[in-house]
């Protein structure tokens, strides 16, 4: 059981791929005071089953929120119910895993079009920094339960799911393998997030970094991915458990390894 991480657990996209095993891999590992939100956009839908089981499985433990994060309403609505469940101990961990990626993969120039590039930003950057925005008091609420500038995952963090393709500095040696320009942009500008939210809520002691979960065999990653969702999971856990003030405003991937912006 993971020591390092507990207390109230915010996580987005949880209905399959990599967020899914989160929740399953977070409920497994945490203590019995930990509570999980774990957000969909179709609670009720046939795509949630995976999700509900994993519910049931640990009543009490899991709660699925309803969560669209390309609709503002749709987040405010998400934080209103999860402020209301939560109470004095605040909000400890939000994992913004949630995104899209468009047009369809290879994703060359001559398709992509203004359609694509605004819906990847929106979901993918927009959705987060007003999800942070909303969750800030309840964040900020957890940080201020301890004393002293340690920050950690379990005392109060935000999480922002990133990837090695959003590194400007590598994107000589992996553009020709993943083109993307949607998806790549969105996510150099969500690590822009992530250093601003590093440098605002230092002063909060809130932990704000990125994660690069590797090449995961997802709806997302495809059949060739190096990883499985497990292994994934497994290692981000490692990681999330042991970060601290040297990795806020950072980008590491799933080992732990320092990306390079
Ligand atoms: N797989 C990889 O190789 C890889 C590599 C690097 C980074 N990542 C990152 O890892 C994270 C998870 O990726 P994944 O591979 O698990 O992707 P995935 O299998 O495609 O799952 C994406 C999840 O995001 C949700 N989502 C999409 N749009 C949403 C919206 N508007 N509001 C709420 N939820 C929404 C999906 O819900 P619906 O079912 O409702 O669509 C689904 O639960 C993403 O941030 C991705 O960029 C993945």
Redo the contacts with the bound molecule.
Sequence with gaps: MSETLGGNIFV?????????ELVKQLAEKTGPEARIYA????PEGS?AEALRALATQYPGKITIIK????DEDSISAAVQAVSKQIGAGGLNLLIN?????KPAVPALLDVTGKKDMMEVYE??VV?PFLLVKMLLPLLQRAAEKDSGDKMSCRRSAIIN?????SSIEKCPETFTMAQMYP?RTS?AALNMLTRCQAENFKINNILVTAL?????R????GKE?HLS?QESVYGLMSVMSSLSNKDCGMLLDWEGNRIPW
């Design positions: 987005t996209g949880t209905n399959r791929g990599i967020g899914l957000c969909c956009r179709q795509g969560l669209d994060m390309s895993n949630a995104a899209i990626n979901t993918n959705g799911i990133s990837t090695v393709i998806y996510k690069h979960p590797g090449w995961v997802t709806d997302m990653g991915g969702t």
